[in-house]
């Protein structure tokens, strides 16, 4: 395949063009701020720039320059090439006008070589390139744009910031081609999220560098064995352990990067003792590369810790590690440990669970649906009894052998997707099982139907209803029992989402809960579980604070009422107020 491709770019520019590698090509050919595109300075760039491997993956730090190389690569691809078409897409609207008119437009109009003497002028626009007969598409990752085209070869900038669904959908266009290149890029976010999920699967390089002194090869770091100060005040294991107020008082003027063997100052600068290595060489399928700040002399170690003051200011580490260090984050409070979701494995047996016991139920609706069912302990904290799934064409009958088993007195259930299997369990139940929707800032919100004024469904802020999963977990107030065979999957799916805080700024935004794998099912089964404590007890004391309001409220005839007499019947009011303290 690509001894064809050389032969086509030997006819089109002769012997000598045709056997450069594409960062020579690129260096020859294409400009920067009126001057040849060089390599110098950032000479890790070259490697990657040369790399036509079909998958890549590449995790980098910011400031590297390794944007402005991808552009010339992709626009370099269809110029060399005979009739391709290849998709460059950036995160979102903004970031793709904002990279086209600053970085993509200028290196069109600017190189020659974009522009050959033709009769026909090529179509020229931010969304499409024509570059002869190879065609190139700059996209904003919208569904539109990912699914009208078809595509040899694919480059993601910013591959953690874009929509995982249409990342999904451009790299299915590749199905006709006989190239189906995917080179991605990206600042990382989470471990086992995007690119570094990505990374794991390749060969996993490294810019080493050899130290002159000692011959000793290692990967520099922002680490205290890497970075000389001429005084250290201050005892600590990390860097980013480091307030603000005390980067301030730190002597940065001799600051630089030292071998961790002996202490030899290390020239970054010096590319003869630079090298790509790979972790697993015997990893042919794919390639990765990690570009960390230290992989070019040109960013400096003061430097950095001025960013890390910046950062801790913002109360925002997450993005201290993310985008100068170029490092995957993995804080314990982010997610779930996994230490802690096994300490809540009690028992994998189903227990009895007696009738005269309030339970919950919550649901979590796919193909496969995964059902949880629980009860308080003395103190009002949840025990699970049963961990189920089911697929979703047995759920209606599976949740009436629940409730026949267990005196369930409210669940809920996942509205979307499936709101047409949601809204039928609803109505089958009486109501007793309820469909919540993740939206808005209220921990709780009734909605119902402006015309019949009956209840329709809840809306739960996702955020705080996850958090409370989490809180509950990590203090080790859930137990878990009748999990039966599913104790990894458990454990898995609970640890496999993360936390996504913001950066302050002085303004207030919500975090967010982000899936790794795709595969968060129990974790949300629990999140509904509980919130059917809040949904029970809003009912209860909507009805008994205005009957004739509830009644119609409610809708008549509610027969989930019968749930809530049950509840009240076993003279168990006090679990309101335990329910109160689950936050």
């Known amino acids: 395949m690509f001894e064809e491709l050389y032969q086509a770019v030997k006819l089109r520019f002769g012997d000598t063009n045709a056997l450069q590698s594409m960062g020579d090509w690129i260096c020859a050919n294409t400009t920067i701020k009126k001057r040849p595109f060089s390599f110098d300075g950032y000479h890790f760039q070259k490697a990657i720039a040369d790399d036509m491997?079909?998958?890549v993956s590449v995790i980098?730090?910011?400031?590297?320059?390794?944007?402005?190389?991808?552009?010339?690569?992709?626009?370099?691809i269809l110029t060399r090439s005979t009739a391709l078409n290849g998709i460059f897409s950036l995160p979102n609207e903004a970031m793709f006008t904002r990279t086209y008119n600053g970085r993509i437009k200028p290196v069109l109009e600017g190189d020659a070589v974009f522009?050959?003497?033709?009769g026909t002028k090529p179509t020229r626009s931010k969304n499409q390139v024509q570059i002869r007969d190879s065609f190139g598409y700059i996209s904003g990752c919208t569904e539109g744009d990912a699914t009208n085209t078809s595509a040899d070869f694919v480059f993601h900038d910013e591959l953690d910031l874009s929509p995982e669904t249409i990342i999904a959908l451009y790299q299915s266009r590749l199905q006709g081609s006989d190239m189906r290149m995917v080179q991605q890029f990206s600042t990382p976010t989470f471990t086992g999220i995007g690119i570094h999920k990505s990374y794991q699967l390749t060969d996993q390089r490294e810019y080493t560098m050899r130290c002159p002194a000692c011959r000793h090869i290692q990967i520099p770091k922002f680490e205290p064995q890497f970075v000389h100060l001429t005084k250290m005040p201050f005892d600590v294991e990390k860097f980013t352990d480091l307030t603000a107020q005390q980067i301030a008082l730190l002597d940065l003027e001799d600051c630089y990067v030292k071998?961790?063997?002996?202490?030899?100052?290390?020239?970054?600068?010096?590319?003869?003792?630079?090298?790509?290595?790979?972790?697993?060489?015997?990893?042919?399928?794919?390639?990765?590369?990690?570009?960390?700040p230290f992989s070019t002399p040109r960013i400096k170690p003061a430097y950095i810790f001025g960013q890390l003051a910046q950062y801790q200011e913002r109360s925002f580490t997450r993005g201290f590690y993310n985008t100068v260090l170029g490092e995957e984050y993995d804080a314990a409070n982010a997610r779930i440990q996994e230490s802690d979701v096994?300490?809540?494995?009690?028992?994998?047996?189903?227990?009895?669970?007696?009738?005269?016991?309030?339970?919950?139920?919550?649901?979590?609706?796919?193909?496969?649906?995964?059902?949880?069912?629980s009860y308080d302990d003395d103190e009002g904290f949840p025990v699970f009894c049963l961990f189920d799934t089911v697929p979703a064409a047995y759920l209606q009958k599976r949740v009436g052998e629940l409730m026949s088993i267990y005196n369930i007195v409210q669940g809920t259930i996942d509205r979307f997707p499936y709101t047409t299997e949601a809204d039928a369990l609803r109505e089958t139940t009486g109501g007793l099982i309820v469909p919540v929707q993740y939206r808005g800032m209220q921990g709780l919100a009734p909605v119902v139907d402006s015309d019949t004024k009956i209840l329709n469904h809840y809306s739960a802020n996702?955020?705080?209803?996850?958090?409370?999963?989490?809180?509950?977990?990590?203090?080790?107030?859930?137990v878990f029992t009748g999990y039966q065979g599913q104790s990894d999957l458990i454990v898995k799916q609970?640890?496999?989402?993360?936390?996504?805080?913001?950066?302050?700024?002085?303004?207030?935004?919500?975090?967010?809960w982000k899936k790794t794998d795709g595969n968060d099912h129990y974790m949300h089964s629990i999140a509904f579980n509980l919130l059917a404590r809040r949904v029970c007890e809003h009912m209860y004391s909507t009805q008994v604070s205005t009957v004739a309001t509830t009644s119609a409220f409610l809708g008549a005839p509610f027969a989930g009422t019968q749930g809530m007499l049950n509840f009240n019947g076993t003279g168990k009011l006090n679990r309101l107020q335990q329910i109160s303290r689950l936050g």
């Not at 980098?60 to 690569?73: A, D, F, N, P, W």
């Not at 003792?273 to 570009?291: D, M, T």
């Not at 300490?343 to 919550?362: F, R, W």
Request: positive net charge; glycine residues 6%.
């Open 494 to 512: 609970l640890t496999s989402m993360v936390r996504d805080d913001k950066p302050t700024d002085g303004i207030e935004v919500m975090a967010e």
């Open 53 to 55: 491997h079909n998958n």
């Open 259 to 292: 071998c961790e063997k002996c202490d030899a100052r290390l020239d970054l600068g010096d590319d003869g003792q630079r090298e790509w290595v790979a972790s697993y060489p015997s990893r042919q399928n794919f390639r990765g590369y990690r570009v960390r």
């Open 462 to 478: 996702n955020t705080l209803i996850l958090d409370r999963v989490k809180a509950l977990i990590s203090h080790r107030k859930m």
């Open 60 to 76: 980098k730090c910011s400031q590297i320059g390794l944007t402005e190389v991808q552009i010339r690569k992709f626009l370099a």
């Open 342 to 373: 096994k300490a809540c494995l009690k028992q994998a047996a189903i227990p009895d669970v007696s009738k005269d016991i309030p339970c919950y139920l919550g649901i979590d609706v796919g193909l496969t649906c995964y059902i949880t069912v």
């Open 115 to 118: 522009n050959p003497p033709t």
